[in-house]
């Protein structure tokens, strides 16, 4: 390796592999089972077919990376040139994946800081990359730890769904939010918030939650440098219109992100996801 401290996150950051090639990003795969199969995120089940089977109302569960694989990685890294790791990963609200990490960091041959860093998709691409670019300079494994932390606390996630119906399942909102939104047949905007999945606004229609959506990240991202990513699930459309009319209105805007979110995070939100990051630099 060109650098002494590595950088692992995990496969829901969803950085394009390019980015990934380019820092020297590691990313550990969480699995997604589809009735009795098995796949690894990213490498052996495609968004596509994720929403077809959301769609078929096929059984969908995630699970995280055992602690063996985690090891295995840091043991790989070490033997490349790696002096210390930075491991960071999704909000451990949602996945037991901080723990496996930390589980594994515990025998590695090189210290390893493991970082819940409370966010998911690019939200936590971000932070992996900060990390990666601080490393790139020479940062030690305290430095690029602050770095990530730091891009965390500064970057926001806001998302629309089609229904909550999805995260209800998954038990990542509560019954009671859910129901509410059924019951009164409106369209959920929502937030990360504190690593959890918070409700945000209720709005009576799609078109006026993605508009609403729309304000609130311009008015968010400001005017002071910033970089942006869009997410969708089966929503392309969506999402190019979205991504269009951001760089139209947010001045300070660095580098702008637009991909559909992967198998694990899919799962949970349902096909019709419209998310975005704001990240200030």
Same mark, same amino acid.
């Given at each position: 390796m060109s650098r002494h401290v590595a950088i692992v996150t995990d496969s829901t950051a969803y950085l394009p592999q390019r980015t990934m090639d380019r820092h020297g990003?590691?990313?550990?795969p969480l699995t997604v089972v589809?009735?009795?199969?098995?796949?690894?995120e990213g490498t052996e089940i495609s968004a596509r077919s994720l929403a077809q089977a959301l769609q078929k109302r096929t059984s969908v569960t995630t699970s995280r990376p055992s602690p063996a694989v985690f $090891?295995?990685?840091?043991?790989k890294l070490a033997a490349q040139g790696a002096t210390g790791i930075v491991s960071l990963h999704l909000s451990a609200e949602f996945s037991g994946t901080h723990e496996a990490a930390t589980l594994a960091a515990r025998d590695a041959p090189v210290p390893v800081r493991v970082v819940d860093t409370g966010m998911v998709a690019m939200a936590l691409g971000f932070c992996a990359m900060a990390a990666a670019e601080t490393a790139e300079a020479d940062g030690s494994i305290d430095e690029a730890v602050s770095a990530a932390e730091k891009r965390a606390a500064a970057t926001a996630t806001y998302f629309y769904v089609d229904t909550l119906d999805y995260l209800r399942r998954g038990g990542r909102i509560g019954a009671t939010q859910a129901l509410l939104g059924s019951a009164l047949a409106v369209k959920p905007l929502l937030q990360l918030d504190s690593g959890r999945i918070e409700l945000l606004e209720k709005v009576r229609t $799609?078109?006026?939650?993605?508009?609403?959506?729309?304000?609130?990240?311009?008015r968010r991202a400001g005017a002071g440098p910033v970089d942006l990513a869009v997410h969708h699930l089966a929503?392309?459309?969506?999402?190019?219109?979205?991504?269009a009319r951001l760089r139209d209105r947010v001045p300070g805007l660095v580098d702008l992100h637009v991909?559909?979110?992967g198998a694990v995070i899919g799962a949970h939100t349902g096909p019709g996801l419209l998310g975005a990051v704001i990240s200030p630099r």
């Open positions: 990003i590691t990313a550990v589809l009735g009795d199969h098995a796949y690894e $090891a295995e990685t840091y043991r $799609a078109s006026k939650a993605i508009a609403r959506l729309e304000e609130i990240v311009a929503a392309p459309e969506r999402a190019t219109t979205l991504a991909s559909e979110v």
